[in-house]
């Protein structure tokens, strides 16, 4: 089973202030997600990476951005956080050609 | 394209009801399917999954399988608990290509005592 650490798991912040929610996980899987969760619970791809140096924007239209400089992690940025990001924040691996995808615990973002 | 639709929400049933979530698929050959389980507060947990036709997945008590001739993949237990209420995630990939997985909406379930 993978171990996926999220950082911090709840945040609270006012509007224009710059986040970083962190992703870290051991298994050395090479593709990391993020997902954002709304209210009514559908998840939403937002970036994905294939390994490092690789990063590529998800389904939904995002104003984070990320990076994957090592393996193990895999930063989201928010450069002004808004109102319209809150939400819940789940990062997830998945390795080689395998057909599991792991999950974080995620982050609740509020922005007020 | 690929997609994947499960029932809407929320099901609520008694303790010990019989559960069926329906999962139905879009897809062209044989991609896996899985059921993920998210508790509140938590990420997405795999609940059991199926990688070729008639294939059953179980764990917990839960069951499904894997039907490529009505490309459903419905999610079971006999007799639920109150713990587990949680919403639950239908979803599928093929994985051997760099393909994303694709995720129903999620279903909310809610036992009472």
């Known amino acids: 089973e993978a171990d996926i650490y999220q950082t911090p798991r709840y945040l609270v912040i006012g509007t224009g202030k710059k986040i970083t929610l962190e992703c870290s996980q051991t298994m050395g899987h090479d593709k990391m997600y993020w997902y954002q969760q709304d209210p009514g619970m559908e998840l939403h791809l937002i970036h994905y990476?294939?390994?490092?140096?690789?990063?590529e924007k998800g389904d939904l239209s995002s104003e984070s951005t990320v990076s994957r400089i090592r393996t193990e992690h895999f930063p989201l940025t928010l450069e002004s956080a808004r109102p319209s990001h809150t939400s819940q924040y789940l990062c997830?691996?998945?390795?080689?050609?395998?057909?599991?995808?792991?999950f974080g615990p995620g982050t609740r973002l509020t922005v007020l | 394209g690929n997609s994947v639709t499960q029932m809407e929400g929320p099901v609520t049933l008694s303790e010990e009801a019989f559960l069926t979530i329906n999962c139905t698929y879009t897809a062209t050959g044989y991609p896996s399917l899985f059921w993920y389980v998210q508790y509140p507060g938590e990420g997405l947990q795999l609940l059991l999954k199926a990688t070729k036709a008639d294939d059953k997945g179980s764990n917990k008590g839960f069951e499904a399988t894997y039907r490529k001739e009505t490309t459903s993949f419905h999610l079971e237990k006999g007799s639920v608990q109150v713990s587990d209420s949680a919403v639950y995630f239908c979803a599928l990939i093929y994985p051997y290509r760099d393909d994303k997985i694709i995720f129903g909406k999620g279903t909310r379930l809610h036992i009472l005592p």
């Open positions: 990476s294939y390994g490092v140096n690789s990063t």
């Open positions: 997830a691996t998945r390795g080689g050609s395998t057909d599991t995808q792991y």
